[in-house]
């Protein structure tokens, strides 16, 4: 795998060119930067609505901020009832979860909404996704408090599901695509929070409808989390839209 | 394991007399109800400070109504602006991470705080926990489009963050304790968006430090996924203790 030592430009240049309509993939990267090249970022699609994207980062602010301030002097009733009032002025003008679950399809699919790289979700940690001219995803991400399991580590859940969704960007960059089927992880050292972590995922093999997809999770050179996934071509009906199906896991 | 059609007080009957000081543990359970008892609702702990907990409900609320809004009508520039005033009032005042993880295992642990069932984290899902007669636990839990992966789907990440956390749970309710060290995840069918899921972990074998757990998750009568997890007795440093550790995994 690509160490970031070896990629002085890491997460630095965007892949150039690419069209909004074009796969983000190992093949387009080729056909612009040629087989080698550094890390490239994943490109920011342009927001649906950059007031949600702005409504969205101050939630996780206020996210942040507001579990920080447990156990300290600060009282927080003035702050409640402000964000009562904020969500009192929402919630009457809220569709169904089923017209949500529509519009959700309407437009880049879950690329900006989903719970781990999302923009639009208020509860995805600050991940950074990068594809690897050697077939390999990377994720830089430092966890805070709201992620913790054991003291001062990363609950494991959480670890199982960035690495779930990294494997299903791994699949996206390298070709494949497919739902999980089989996902095993072994931990192997306490993953710490608050330290920057780095996320790997690979495709290791695949046959036909099959893809076996590997994922680590290190801080600094320590090997904490190894993870293989076993994904199968599959698909579901689109919410809304009559007859269409998703063949779409977990894009990045 | 325990049907629901087979308890038909399930969830109604709070285990009586548990101390605040007591493990909520099968254990304790039969010591007070017998061998046979419907399933029990994990006991709310006390908040430590209730306006916390008015302030997380809060911005729960928050986070459904704003991704709810994702690609409606309605203008998300005036929200955002009174967001961002409450994280700036709230931002100056937080203390650092570091003093933070200190603070967290001064009260109960990580127990109200933990993103899977802590009424402290605003990412957390609003899971609801019991201990059963049979030694397994239960949690009922409908999840929005917030923990979306495929379309209609739950993202297979946050079905294993919520099944590590209830292996953790069954551990802790059969006696055992541990930190995960090898997990696999079977991912049989769907699992959907909207719809009331069960999940279920049980204690399956142990044997010295070593504890096996299973768990399930299904939409009413049809199984979407299985895990099992090898937990193993160890401990970690409590922050800001010096000396102490922790053998608390993931408590419920």
């Known amino acids: 795998m690509t160490k970031h030592s070896d990629s002085p430009g890491f997460g630095g240049v965007p892949l150039p060119g690419l069209g909004p309509e074009e796969e983000f993939s190992l093949e387009a ?3 612009r ?11 920011e699609l342009a927001p649906a609505d950059p007031e949600l994207d702005r409504a969205v980062a101050e939630l996780r ?3 942040e901020a507001t579990a920080a301030l447990a156990h300290s002097e600060v009282e927080l009733g ?3 009832d402000r964000l009562a009032e904020v969500a ?23 690329r900006r909404s989903n719970p781990v790289g999302g923009q639009e979700n208020p509860i995805a940690p600050p991940v950074k996704f990068f ?21 001062g580590c990363v609950h494991g859940g959480i670890s199982a599901l960035i690495i779930d969704h990294m494997m299903g960007f791994a699949n996206h960059w390298g070709g494949r695509f497919g739902m999980t089927a ?5 931990y192997r050292s306490p993953t710490p929070l608050l330290q920057p972590l780095t996320f790997r995922a690979w495709v290791e093999e695949f046959s036909g409808r099959k893809t076996w997809t590997h994922a680590t999770i290190h801080a600094g050179d320590r090997l904490c989390v190894q993870a293989r996934g076993l994904f ?4 579901v009906p689109v919410p809304g839209k009559p007859g269409a199906r998703s063949t779409i896991a977990d894009a990045p």
């Open 29 to 31: 990267a080729r056909q």
């Open 33 to 43: 930067l040629g087989e080698s090249f550094a890390p490239v970022p994943v490109p």
């Open 61 to 63: 602010r206020l996210r």
């Open 78 to 80: 003035d702050i409640a």
């Open 88 to 110: 009192d002025l929402l919630e009457p003008r809220v569709p169904t979860p089923e017209q949500r679950l529509e519009m959700m399809w309407t437009g880049a699919g879950t």
């Open 131 to 151: 594809g690897c001219d050697d077939g390999s995803v990377t994720a830089e991400v430092t966890l805070g408090p709201v992620y913790q399991g054991p003291p």
């Open 182 to 186: 089989h996902y095993e992880i072994d």
């Open 232 to 235: 199968l071509e599959a698909s």
